[in-house]
């Protein structure tokens, strides 16, 4: 069965400093791995993304890593701050089909001021 | 601001009535999806169309039923819900398998549905 497993369920950071989540996926036939970002009533909005080819991503403050031999990947936001707070979703898809995401459980992050 | 448009944003209808949820994009995106969301959890796949053709449904009840009129829209028609069916409902487009296909959902803001 393809499943993305993510943790933590929820994590408090105060400001200023590093929100870690954690993806763990089964199927090696996944080859991209974007990091969804969703705020209250709001659709998700990708925020991040990454391929197998390489083992590392970073956009501003938001880094992907990729541990393909472990089939782990794991999203670390650096000085965290409250405007950051929502839920983030680890996603996994297959390129040679259509973009059907198999999205992680999900993370509620809440940066404290 | 979302280029994915869904309307209404809210929706509350009865066990019987029959009721549509429409969404717009204008980026060129030949693919389209409809998605499930339950609070607290991840979105969850119904249908994709690609070339307004339906290309995969994943086994969502007959109540719900799929329309894709061109390119642009896309349409989810409501009939004789249940309660348990009250979600947010999300639309997504991409360009489809074997094009400028890069991965990326654009997702659009949903719509929160409600069945007394």
């Known amino acids: 069965q393809q499943q993305v497993k993510q943790s933590p369920q929820s994590l408090i950071v105060q400001k200023g400093g590093i929100s870690i989540i954690n993806c763990a996926y089964e199927?090696?036939?996944?080859?991209?791995f974007p990091w969804y970002q969703q705020f209250p009533g709001k659709g998700p909005a990708l925020l991040i993304a990454?391929?197998?080819?390489?083992s590392e991503k970073k956009e501003g403050r938001f880094t992907i890593s990729f541990n393909k031999s472990a089939k782990q990947f794991s999203l670390h936001i650096m000085d965290s701050q409250p405007g950051d707070s929502a839920t983030y979703f680890c996603?996994?898809?297959?390129?040679?089909?259509?973009?059907?995401?198999?999205f992680g459980k999900g993370t509620m992050l809440l940066v404290s001021p | 601001d979302t280029e994915v448009t869904q309307t209404p944003k809210h929706l509350v209808m009865g066990m019987t009535n029959k009721k549509s949820l429409k969404c717009e994009q204008h980026?060129?995106?030949?693919?389209m999806y409809w998605y499930k969301q339950k609070a607290k959890k991840p979105p969850e796949l119904m249908f994709v169309?690609?070339?307004?053709?339906?290309?995969i449904n994943e086994s969502v009840p007959s109540r719900f039923s799929p329309e894709c009129p061109n390119s642009s829209l896309l349409n989810l028609h409501l009939h004789a819900l249940q309660p348990e069916d009250s979600a947010l409902y999300l639309c997504?487009?991409?360009?489809?398998?074997?094009?400028?296909?890069?991965?990326?959902?654009?997702f659009g803001e949903g719509s929160r549905l409600t069945v007394l």
């Open positions: 980026m060129g995106h030949r693919a």
């Open positions: 996603a996994a898809s297959m390129d040679s089909g259509y973009s059907t995401l198999t």
């Open positions: 169309y690609s070339y307004e053709k339906l290309s």
């Open positions: 997504a487009s991409s360009h489809p398998p074997g094009t400028l296909n890069t991965g990326e959902l654009f």
């Open positions: 199927n090696t036939a996944f080859d991209y």
């Open positions: 990454i391929r197998p080819d390489v």
